[in-house]
């Protein structure tokens, strides 16, 4: 190895160990909320005790790897060591899932920070895929100055329109390490915010009039009849079709993504089912919210079972609702899951080879099967041991247990992360059905060795 290297090594070493050094993030130092949920997960420490060996926490702590790899394809890995870990396997199981996702997906090694961010410049280079780990200096020395939860009641009302960047993993990772109280993951999510950012917010000039919907349901039935009758359809048709959306002109850090570039259209155009403020975001409680929006949610998940992109929509609501706990105020509340509605319909709008083209159900599917599973639950003993739900016939549907067995098993990241969530959900709104339906519906990446052309299809 030449010096050349061996200085760059240690450069890098020095900068990841600035950031080590700090104090293990605890839930006594972030948010000292009484509502704080006892679903949100608190992961413990390393049980390992031997030196050299990696627990959990020392997972999420690792900073060996950069955020993405191929050149927008988020980093998992952390996710799933999350997930698994809630699901109960074994930190020696959790290690060798983890040695094998790095070696799968080719993870690329962090990029040293050039220390080009500071708080005269941190919204220069928003969205420009350039300076994660100098995002990462930058949000760290904000934390020691303002304390977590000013970090993120400072930064994230200004972040939170990029909700769907990177196919809504900034909105997964920054939630999920709230999720899992850990400072360093979260000072990562924040940064991944405004390395990747990618507004769902119209200016003022495009602003559509505000929908009276009192419930979610009513927005959804509003969307799907639009899909029906091929009007959405026909719109996205144009949108991606507009020159002015060329690669030149349009998000060229996004020219290679497929989706993710899909996504930025649409939102960029903009459309009323998209971006009108609806009446249940404001008068709705936060908790009757996210209660409609999981329920909408597992409903397009099962519409098209083991849809990779509609998984995300779960996976990234169970990030969104962290953030928005985390957040002081209430009109930053309600803003933050308007603006992720926003990227929940451009996102499954953006799809192709659907049901009517733009990715979603009719509205008869809609209403049939929210008529099916709004009162079915499920007997909590039988859902646990070997005797099948009631929700679906017997030969369909597999108890927890053996869906923790498989999460476990699998190769594909999101199905562990499918059910850890599920099962959440599930015990949380006392069983229902919907919750242990979906996570029956595993996902299979459509091409497994290729991601990339996962993203463009």
């Not at 009484?34 to 049980?47: A, C, G, H, Q, Y």
């Not at 957040?327 to 992720?340: G, M, Q, V």
């Amino acid at each position: 190895m030449t010096s050349s290297h061996v200085n760059q090594l240690s450069r890098r070493f020095l900068v990841i160990s600035r950031v080590l050094a700090n104090t293990p993030y605890t839930p006594h130092t972030f948010h000292p909320k009484s509502e704080w949920k006892k679903s949100f997960r608190f992961l413990s420490r390393s049980k390992s005790g031997s030196k050299g060996k990696f627990g959990v926490k020392e997972y999420l702590d690792d900073y060996r790897y950069h955020i993405e790899y191929g050149g927008y394809l988020s980093n998992h890995a952390k996710h799933a060591v999350i997930a698994l870990e809630g699901l109960g396997v074994s930190e020696e199981r959790i290690g060798n899932y983890f040695d094998f996702y790095r070696k799968k997906h080719g993870l690329e090694p962090a990029i040293e920070s050039k220390n080009a961010i500071d708080k005269t410049n941190w919204k220069k280079y928003i969205g420009e895929k350039k300076y994660f780990m100098d995002y990462v200096e930058f949000f760290d020395k904000e934390e020691k100055r303002l304390g977590m939860e000013g970090l993120i009641n400072t930064y994230m009302p200004q972040l939170i329109d990029g909700c769907v960047s990177a196919l809504h993993h900034c909105t997964i990772h920054l939630g999920w390490a709230l999720h899992a109280k850990n400072r360093l993951m979260i000072i990562e999510g924040l940064a991944y915010f405004a390395f990747a950012h990618v507004p769902t917010h119209l200016p003022s000039s495009k602003e559509f009039k505000a929908r009276q919907d009192s419930s979610v349901l009513d927005t959804l039935k509003a969307i799907a009849a639009a899909a029906e009758s091929s009007q959405l359809s026909k719109w996205t048709d144009k949108v991606f079709a507009d020159p002015k959306y060329s690669a030149e002109r349009f998000h060229p850090e996004l020219k290679d993504t497929g989706l993710q570039w899909r996504i930025a259209m649409l939102l960029a155009e903009g459309h009323p089912l998209i971006h009108s403020r609806c009446a249940w975001m404001d008068s709705l409680k936060i908790e009757e919210i996210f209660k409609q929006l999981y329920y909408a949610a597992a409903i397009l998940y099962i519409s098209q079972p083991g849809d990779f992109v509609l998984l995300h929509v779960i996976t990234g609501l169970w990030g969104m609702e962290a953030i928005v706990e985390a957040l002081e105020s209430e009109k930053d509340k309600r803003n933050a899951i308007f603006h992720y509605w926003s990227a929940i319909v451009a996102t499954a709008a953006a799809r192709k080879g659907n049901v009517y083209k733009a990715g979603l159900p009719g509205s008869k599917d809609v209403e049939e099967l929210y008529a099916k599973y709004s009162e079915m639950t499920d007997d909590k003993k039988g859902a646990d041991d070997k005797t099948r739900s009631s929700a679906s016939k017997p030969s369909q549907l597999d108890d927890w247990p053996t869906l923790y067995k498989r999460g476990e098993a699998s190769r594909e990241e999101h199905n562990p992360k499918l059910v850890y969530v599920c099962r959440q959900l599930w015990e949380r709104y006392d069983n229902l059905s919907v919750f242990h339906v979906a996570a029956n519906s595993f996902t299979t990446s459509p091409l497994e060795d290729s991601y990339e052309k996962v993203e463009k299809l």
